[in-house]
C-alpha cells in the first residue's frame, strides 16, 4: 500500500520528514518537478535504485537522471565541470536541463547504467528540492510511468499504474512544463549537443553565447546497431495503442484541415479522431471527426502542457486512428515535436 500527501497549497514539515526517512530505508517516492512527475529514490542505494527499473520496467541499459538541490551534492558525484558547463549551470540551473558530466563512479552502476557520465539536473520546484534537501541524498528519478507510457503531469494519470509498487506519492498538481528536461552534453570543442530537446531550448542556448547542435535522433528514428549519444534514444516510447499518424505544421490553417479532409476521404470507414489546436477544433467537427484540443496554436507552453495527458486520452477513444496536429519546430515547439514523432512512431501525413 502506498501513502498519499498533498503538497499542492503548502509543503507539510511532518510529511515531508516521512518522505526523507522513505527515501534514506531505501523506498520509492513519486514526486512533482517542473517538468513532470519523477519516480525518485536514494541514488546512492543500489537497492533502492533497482526497483525503480522494477517499478517502470525500465530497460537497465537507459540511465536514470540524478536530481540535485546545492551545488555542493554535485561535487560529490562528478568531476568539476568545465568552464561552458559551469556556464550553463549559471544559466539555468536550477531548471529543466539535464547536463552529462563525467562521472566520478561513485554512483552505483544500475544509475548510470555501466557509462562513464551521469545526467545531472537541480529541478526548479520547491517540492523537488525540500525532498533533496531533507533527505541530503541526490534523488535518482525518471519520469513516472511505466516505461514507453506517455511520461506523468498530474497524479491522477499515473496513480493506477504504479500504485502497488511505490512507497509515496507526493501530489503537488499539474506540472508546469509538462515535458521532461533538455538533456545535453558539451563537447571536447564546448559544442553543445542536445540528446533530448526541452523548455531550455536551442535559442535559449544560443543566446548565452554557445554553439548548439541537435543530435539527428532527435526526429529520426535509431537504426539497429546504430551507436547513439544517450541510451534513451532507443527505446520505444509515448505511443498509444491505437495507430497515431503526425499531421506536419503550417501556419497557414487551411493546409492542415484540408490535409485532413482529403485523409478523411481516402479513410471513409475508419473511425478517425484528431488531437488539434483550439483554432482548428470546429472545422474538424464539422467533418465528424471526434477532437480533443491541446491548446492554442500560439501558445507552446500550453501545448506543452497538456501533451502527455492528452495522449493518454486516446485510447480510450476506441478509434481505428488517431491524427495529432504538429507545432512549428521552434523554442519548447523542437521538444514537442520529438515527442510527438516517437508518439506517432515516425508515420508522418
Ligand atoms: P527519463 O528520466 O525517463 O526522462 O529519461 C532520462 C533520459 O536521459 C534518457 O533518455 C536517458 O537515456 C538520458 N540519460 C541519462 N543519463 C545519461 C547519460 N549518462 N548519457 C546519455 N544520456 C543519458
Ligand atoms: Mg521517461
New binding site residues.
Given amino acids: 500500500m502506498s501513502t498519499l500527501y498533498d503538497f499542492k497549497e503548502n509543503i507539510k514539515k511532518e510529511e515531508l520528514k516521512k518522505i526523507a526517512d522513505k527515501i534514506n530505508e531505501g523506498g520509492l517516492v513519486v514526486f512533482p518537478t517542473e517538468t513532470v512527475y519523477g519516480i525518485g529514490a536514494d541514488a546512492t542505494n543500489s537497492k533502492a535504485v533497482k526497483k525503480i527499473f522494477e517499478a517502470k520496467g525500465r530497460p537497465q541499459d537507459?540511465?536514470?537522471?540524478v536530481h540535485i538541490s546545492n551545488l555542493e551534492m554535485l561535487k560529490d558525484i562528478v568531476y568539476a565541470p568545465t568552464e561552458t558547463e559551469k556556464l550553463l549551470m549559471d544559466s539555468f540551473w536550477p531548471g529543466p536541463l539535464?547536463i552529462?558530466l563525467k562521472s566520478k563512479k561513485i554512483l552505483p552502476e544500475a544509475v548510470?547504467a555501466k557509462?562513464d557520465?551521469?545526467?545531472v539536473r537541480m529541478p526548479d520546484n520547491d517540492i523537488a528540492l525540500n525532498i533533496i534537501e531533507a533527505s541530503g541524498k541526490p534523488i535518482a528519478a525518471?519520469?513516472a510511468n511505466v516505461s514507453g507510457k506517455p511520461?506523468g503531469t498530474e497524479l491522477s494519470d499515473i496513480y493506477n499504474e504504479l500504485k502497488d509498487k511505490v512507497d509515496i506519492f507526493v501530489d503537488g498538481g499539474k506540472t508546469n512544463i509538462g515535458i521532461?528536461s533538455t538533456?545535453l552534453?558539451v563537447d571536447e570543442n564546448n559544442v553543445v549537443n542536445i540528446?533530448?530537446p526541452g523548455k531550455i531550448s536551442v535559442e535559449d542556448i544560443t543566446k548565452i553565447g554557445l554553439e548548439v547542435k541537435l543530435d539527428k535522433h532527435i526526429f529520426e528514428d535509431v537504426k539497429e546497431n546504430e551507436k547513439v549519444?544517450?541510451?534513451?534514444?532507443k527505446h520505444r516510447h509515448y505511443a498509444p495503442n491505437t495507430k497515431t499518424i503526425l499531421l506536419e505544421y503550417s501556419d497557414e490553417d487551411s493546409i492542415m484541415i484540408n490535409k485532413v479532409k482529403e485523409f478523411k476521404r481516402n479513410n471513409e470507414n475508419k473511425k478517425i479522431g484528431i488531437i488539434c489546436f483550439n483554432e482548428h477544433e470546429e472545422a474538424y467537427k464539422n467533418m465528424g471527426i471526434m477532437c480533443i484540443t491541446i491548446g492554442s496554436k500560439s501558445n507552446l507552453m500550453e501545448i506543452s502542457r497538456n501533451v502527455f495527458s492528452d495522449l493518454r486520452k486516446i485510447d480510450d477513444m476506441d478509434l481505428d486512428i488517431c491524427i495529432i496536429e504538429g507545432v512549428k519546430k521552434e523554442y519548447i515547439g523542437t521538444a514537442i515535436m520529438n515527442r510527438l514523432i516517437r508518439a506517432c512512431e515516425y508515420k508522418i501525413l
Fill in positions: 537507459n540511465p536514470l537522471i539535464t552529462i548510470t557509462l557520465t551521469v545526467g525518471p519520469s511520461s521532461e538533456v552534453k540528446l533530448r549519444e544517450s541510451p534513451g534514444m
